[in-house]
T-cell receptor, first 111, second 114 residues
Framework: KAGVTQTPRYLIKTRGQQVTLSCSPISGHRSVSWYQQTPGQGLQFLFEYFSETQRNKGNFPGRFSGRQFSNSRSEMNVSTLELGDSALYLC??????????FGPGTRLTVL | AQSVTQLDSQVPVFEEAPVELRCNYSSSVSVYLFWYVQYPNQGLQLLLKYLSGSTLVKGINGFEAEFNKSQTSFHLRKPSVHISDTAEYFCAVSDPGGYNKLIFGAGTRLAVHP
């Protein structure tokens, strides 16, 4: 089976812009979760989608949003980018609650 | 609220020596526990997980961990490390009823020296 894929792998944006990141889960997985990884805050949960519905949400401002499509692919969007949004964004897919499989991440740099 | 504390930010060790990476968690409910490894410029790979049952869990690459409920710990061990084990290791906890929300520790950087 192919693993979790994330596109693009690298992004450079400027403050105030918006960005959309994409995640394709492992075939058959209906849950997709997103995490932000920064040197200062570590790994933090953003949100989880299951069958096109947001099932869980972390403590991030409303500028961070996501969605899931009927084929389980997911996108996350960050609007009005700030310098502090520079991070590695990781997507993980899961068939159940026992294990999440992570993608390679998208490294976002905000200038 | 759940939290995870990884007691060592960095652990240097010589090749073929044993290693223990320490993890303590805080939770008022039963939990699932995980150890993930992250190599440079890569995502996270699951090493092992504790869901229930035997408190000694064996994982990939020769790693094992022991769940200790009274100590609220889940320390990761390997009897003999290799250079290739150099990486960042993350302990994580999830609430069995909380869907797929992982709470991670800050990470431990394992540096294996020849």
């Amino acid at each position: 089976k192919a693993g979790v894929t994330q596109t693009p792998r690298y992004l450079i944006k400027t403050r105030g812009q918006q960005v959309t990141l994409s995640c394709s889960p492992i075939s058959g997985h209906r849950s997709v979760s997103w995490y932000q990884q920064t040197p200062g805050q570590g790994l933090q949960f953003l949100f989880e989608y299951f069958s096109e519905t947001q099932r869980n949400k972390g403590n991030f401002p409303g500028r961070f949003s996501g969605r899931q499509f009927s084929n389980s692919r997911s996108e996350m969007n960050v609007s009005t980018l700030e310098l502090g949004d520079s991070a590695l964004y990781l997507c993980a897919s899961s068939f159940d609650y026992n294990e999440q499989f992570f993608g390679p991440g998208t490294r976002l740099t905000v200038l | 609220a759940q939290s995870v504390t990884q007691l060592d930010s960095q652990v240097p060790v010589f090749e073929e020596a044993p290693v223990e990476l320490r993890c303590n968690y805080s939770s008022s409910v039963s939990v699932y526990l995980f150890w993930y490894v992250q190599y440079p410029n890569q995502g996270l790979q699951l090493l092992l997980k504790y869901l229930s049952g035997s408190t000694l869990v064996k994982g990939i690459n020769g790693f094992e961990a022991e769940f200790n409920k009274s100590q609220t710990s889940f320390h990761l061990r390997k009897p003999s490390v290799h250079i290739s084990d150099t990486a960042e290791y993350f302990c994580a906890v999830s609430d069995p009823g909380g869907y797929n929300k992982l709470i991670f520790g800050a990470g431990t950087r394992l540096a294996v020296h020849p």
